[in-house]
Each structure stands twice: as structure tokens, then as C-alpha cells.
């Protein structure tokens, strides 16, 4: 399974301490690990504290891979601020056509109620001019 690791601590004897912070489900998602929870591995003793990594880690609980994850995370958010941008641009184009809708309406309803008004005003000359004698 892969995992977002920290460099904890690094050991005496080469090996060096993770602390696994998420991890990738079969569908791609990363969620957060629940528990903190710690491996440890020789290569990425060349790390130092603090770096964050992509490591595999088997069932047994052994490093099997280990990359450094900056570029990768990189490019995971500058992914997914073009997936953001093309949902916003998406919700505007949405937002627009429900405005043109709602403006075509409230000129239909202007036009009608201009002409119950007129309609109105005509029924009420023809009223007077009946009343009068």
C-alpha cells in the first residue's frame, strides 16, 4: 500500500524511523492515517528528519519503495487546481445561463404586466364613457 511518510527520526544503526501520515486507497484517495503509527527502513535513511516520502509498505509492515514525494505532491495539487478551476468555470458558465433564464422571465412578466395595466386603463376610460351621460 502507498503512504505519505515523514521522516521521524533517523537510528543508529542505518535505519531510519516513519511516521505514516495518509495513505491511498484502491481508488486513488488519500485519507489520513487514523492512528499514528511508525515503520522503519534503511533507505530512507539518506533522508533527513522531517522530509516527506511515498513509501510502499507491504502487509508485513516492510518498506518496499521509497520516493521522495515533494514533486509528486506538487503535482497532485497543480492537478488538482485545474480540475478546480474547470469546476469553477463550469459553475459560472451555470450560474450565467440560470441569470439569462431568470432575466427572460422577469421581461415576460414586465411586458404582462404592462399590458394589464393598458388593459386596465382602457377598461377604465370605456367605464366613464358609459357613466357619462
Same mark, same amino acid.
Given at each position: 500500500?502507498?503512504?505519505?511518510?515523514?521522516?521521524?527520526?533517523?537510528?543508529?544503526?542505518?535505519?531510519?524511523?516513519?511516521?505514516?501520515?495518509?495513505?491511498?486507497?484502491?481508488?486513488?484517495?488519500?485519507?489520513?492515517?487514523?492512528?499514528?503509527?511508525?515503520?522503519?527502513?534503511?533507505?530512507?535513511?539518506?533522508?533527513?528528519?522531517?522530509?516527506?516520502?511515498?513509501?510502499?509498505?507491504?502487509?508485513?509492515?516492510?518498506? @518496499? !519503495?521509497?520516493?521522495?514525494?515533494?514533486?509528486?505532491?506538487?503535482?497532485?495539487?497543480?492537478?488538482?487546481? @485545474?480540475?478546480?478551476?474547470?469546476?469553477?468555470?463550469?459553475?459560472?458558465?451555470?450560474?450565467? @445561463?440560470?441569470?439569462?433564464?431568470?432575466?427572460?422571465?422577469?421581461?415576460?412578466?414586465?411586458?404582462?404586466?404592462?399590458? !394589464?395595466?393598458?388593459?386596465?386603463?382602457?377598461?377604465?376610460?370605456?367605464?366613464?364613457q358609459r357613466q357619462s351621460p
Open positions: 500500500m502507498l503512504y505519505l511518510a515523514r521522516v521521524y527520526k533517523k537510528g543508529l544503526f542505518g535505519q531510519a524511523e516513519l511516521q505514516l501520515l495518509a495513505y491511498q486507497t484502491p481508488d486513488r484517495i488519500w485519507s489520513a492515517v487514523r492512528k499514528p503509527e511508525t515503520v522503519t527502513s534503511s533507505e530512507a535513511s539518506a533522508y533527513n528528519v522531517g522530509v516527506l516520502l511515498l513509501v510502499e509498505v507491504s502487509e508485513e509492515r516492510r518498506v @518496499q !519503495r521509497v520516493e521522495e514525494a515533494a514533486m509528486k505532491l506538487v503535482e497532485m495539487l497543480h492537478s488538482l487546481s @485545474q480540475a478546480g478551476s474547470l469546476m469553477d468555470l463550469s459553475e459560472i458558465e451555470s450560474w450565467r @445561463q440560470s441569470l439569462t433564464r431568470q432575466s427572460q422571465e422577469l421581461s415576460r412578466r414586465e411586458a404582462e404586466v404592462a399590458a !394589464r395595466q393598458d388593459q386596465l386603463e382602457q377598461w377604465e376610460i370605456n367605464l366613464r
